[in-house]
């Protein structure tokens, strides 16, 4: 198998030995950042941070029935249940193509997939049932069952150099999403999406319990990776591809640590990683090259997200690539349980596939408290729109939840090339101001939108080469 990593980064210019050197800032800039009392919540978050142990047991999946290139469901799950009630330890997956339908894992249970191992999972949606208590956009229902999904678990992961392979396509579950860009598939209203999204969403307004909301026909793609009120998660080097739906979407979880993954996915909603609702969360030494969002945090959307009163918080991603995307670094757009205490720094960004580099999106219908958001060290090579806070997205201003930006910090944040500096766009009855900037450049760029955008704090801010000022 190709080393997908190497070549994505050298394809970028980029040195392949690690993401951790991608830019290089002073020693004395470093230090200042150290002692920053802006900052000092991302180092906490790393000093909190619970880390996953496992002990020193293999359990390879050979050992229990699996063979190359046929299903080896059962052998997987054989392999995790003994690997489970033997304390825990690794749950091995060889040199190979392993085909499987849902892993679920289970406490203490690491599924480790050796180097030029390709975990391919089956694309009949049958296979995906029983139905299990999921969360899709942002609401909780009886879902299909996540590619690989853990529920109440505590100390999982899923770790190596091989390959997790969706295999969604034009011809299988991305078709579901029905009208999309150019929509490379032929409609077919049997399978759209639409029915069943809109069932859930009236449902989860309506307050019809969890257990309750089944859908009459079920089109709602699952994502790829989905631990759901675990503890204690680590996902790290492994390449995941095509992936029916979101790619890595832990939901109100704690200790999440997600470390050199390769996130290769342009199919519809193939956001890279989506935090919903958790609570210490790191995501370091990363690569999007996404069809979608490459980070978005989340909390839940409307009423649903409003029950549950859970807000995304304590989330540190630092030293990522961001390759292609709607949007690099985002917040929303299901965040009515708020965000808080978000961090992102050396970090770069560079395609003319990216759409966005940092963006916040919501609306009087989803709202949300978004408070104490530090950008720093930030390189953008060419974006459409650099940097993005819409209070008018999807549904506009149509509720009454009024959304929030509040202690919003953007330092060392370069930008080479953007058609547009700015979209900031503000409800008349619920502006954006004191947005803080420090030495902030955009070399090439059209200014934007401002509306109902005020008071910005700037420091050694300037546009195509000349000081400004803020919006007038």
């Not at 919903?276 to 009423?303: M, P, W, Y």
Request: glycine share 8%; proline share 6%.
């Amino acid at each position: 198998m190709p080393d997908l990593k190497k070549r994505f980064l050298l394809k970028a210019g980029i040195a392949s030995t690690a993401l951790a050197p991608l830019l290089s800032f002073s020693a004395k800039a470093a230090a200042a950042k150290a002692i920053d009392p802006v900052w000092a919540g991302a180092e906490q978050i790393l000093r909190d941070l619970k880390q996953t142990s496992f002990p020193d047991h293999d359990f390879v999946i050979t050992a229990f029935g699996a063979q190359q290139n046929q299903r080896c469901d059962e052998a997987i799950a054989k392999a995790i249940t003994a690997c489970h009630q033997a304390g825990g330890g690794r749950v091995v997956v060889p040199e190979g193509v392993w085909l499987t339908g849902p892993v679920h894992l289970q406490s203490n249970v690491n599924l480790h997939l050796q180097k030029n191992a390709v975990l391919s999972f089956v694309t009949d949606p049958q296979a995906y049932l029983p139905l299990v208590f999921t969360r899709w956009e942002g609401v909780e229902l009886m879902g299909f069952s996540p590619l690989i999904y853990a529920y109440q678990q505590q100390n999982i992961a899923v770790t190596g150099e091989g390959i997790l392979e969706g295999n969604a396509s034009g011809d299988n579950w991305w078709p579901w999403k029905g009208v999309w860009k150019h929509t490379p598939w032929k409609l077919d209203p049997a399978t759209d999406q639409k029915p069943g999204r809109d069932q859930l969403f009236a449902m989860a307004e309506a307050g019809v319990p969890v257990e309750k909301r089944i859908l009459d026909n079920n089109r709602l793609r699952p994502p790829f990776i989905q631990p759901y009120q675990c503890q204690r998660v680590l996902i790290e080097g492994v390449t995941i591809r095509n992936s029916p739906f979101w790619l890595i979407n832990p939901v109100l979880c704690k200790d999440v640590v997600i470390r050199g993954v390769n996130c290769i996915s342009h199919g519809p909603n193939s956001d890279g990683c989506d935090p919903e609702s958790c609570q210490r969360v790191l995501i370091e030494n990363c690569l999007f090259d996404t069809g979608d969002d490459c980070i978005a945090l989340k909390s839940g959307r409307n009423a649903d997200g409003r029950r549950l009163a859970t807000p995304i918080q304590q989330v540190l991603i630092q030293d990522c690539l961001m390759k292609s995307g709607h949007g690099g670094v985002v917040i929303g757009s299901e965040i009515s349980g708020g965000a808080k205490q978000i961090f992102a720094r050396r970090c770069r960004m560079s395609s003319p596939d990216l759409e966005r580099g940092l963006r916040i999106k919501t609306n009087s219908v989803r709202g949300g408290l978004i408070e104490q958001v530090a950008v720093a060290d930030i390189d953008i090579g060419e974006v459409k729109d650099a940097i993005v806070i819409n209070f008018y997205y999807e549904e506009g201003d149509a509720g009454q939840f009024l959304p929030q930006v509040k202690d919003l910090d953007i330092r060392n944040f370069r930008v080479k090339k953007a058609q547009r500096a700015f979209e900031i766009r503000g409800l008349p009855r619920s502006g954006i101001s004191g947005i803080r900037m420090t030495d902030v450049s955009f070399e090439q760029a059209s200014l934007g939108v401002l509306e109902n955008a005020s008071d910005f704090k700037l420091s050694h801010v300037s546009m195509n080469g000349k000081p400004w000022t803020g919006p007038k």
